[in-house]
T-cell receptor
Framework: DTGVSQDPRHKITKRGQNVTFRCDPI?????LYWYRQTLGQGPEFLTY????????KSRLLSDRFSAERPKGSFSTLEIQRTEQGDSAMYLCASSLMGVIDYGYTFGSGTRLTVV | AQRVTQPEKLLSVFKGAPVELKCNYSYSGSPELFWYVQYSRQRLQLLLRHISRESIKGFTADLNKGETSFHLKKPFAQEEDSAMYYC??????????????FGQGTILTVHP
């Protein structure tokens, strides 16, 4: 297990296009989180899963955003009809429920640029 | 609502000098706080957590509930400490258990 993997590392897309990102967490971690980070800001919470259940969604997530974790393993984050304001680093992290004491393990992120 | 404030965006010190990165929080419950670090071209990683009262890479952080602070300190800074540091607050309540709220981060530069 090489930790949390995110794909792609970089994505450049034209405004109005749809994009999908993938996150593969650490295999035994049942919690998976998506965060967004813009320049000069700390990571902002988007959504998280416990196994396949999406437990919370931030108000930052408009209807254009959707996330899934179909089998409780990998997760996808889709953005429809991208806007320039969606340009950011999208971070995925995983953890074991009940052991937040040990913190998250983050992926390297997917940097989205909307032109 | 919970909030984490890191008042300094940039902090510069010379090698061997003490360093303190400030973090203040706002939270109605019993706080659980962390420091995360991101070195150049690396992913965000956990540095230390308040419940363990540990020292990692010479850094310590003490939770001060009276001042609602969790400042990160190191007595003698090293050049390899140069990085972005984030303070984070864990939401331990209800369905939001496990969610972290991050501060805006402080870029620490240690000059030779």
């Amino acid at each position: 297990d090489t930790g949390v993997s995110q794909d792609p590392r970089h994505k450049i897309t034209k405004r109005g296009q749809n994009v999908t990102f993938r996150c593969d967490p650490i295999s035994e971690h049942n919690r998976l989180y998506w965060y967004r980070q813009t320049l000069g800001q700390g990571p902002e919470f988007l959504t998280y899963f416990q196994n396949e259940a999406q437990l919370e969604k931030s108000r930052l997530l408009s209807d254009r955003f959707s996330a899934e974790r179909p089998k409780g393993s990998f997760s996808t984050l889709e953005i429809q009809r991208t806007e320039q304001g969606d340009s950011a680093m999208y971070l995925c992290a995983s953890s074991l429920m009940g052991v937040i004491d040990y913190g998250y393990t983050f992926g390297s992120g997917t940097r989205l640029t909307v032109v | 609502a919970q909030r984490v404030t890191q008042p300094e965006k940039l902090l510069s010190v010379f090698k061997g000098a003490p360093v303190e990165l400030k973090c203040n929080y706002s939270y109605s419950g019993s706080p659980e706080l962390f420091w995360y670090v991101q070195y150049s071209r690396q992913r965000l990683q956990l540095l230390l957590r308040h419940i363990s009262r540990e020292s990692i890479k010479g850094f310590t952080a003490d939770l001060n509930k009276g001042e609602t602070s969790f400042h990160l300190k190191k007595p003698f800074a090293q050049e390899e400490d140069s990085a972005m540091y984030y303070c984070a607050l864990h939401n331990a309540g209800g369905t939001s258990y496990g969610k972290l709220t991050f501060g805006q981060g402080t870029i620490l530069t240690v000059h030779p």
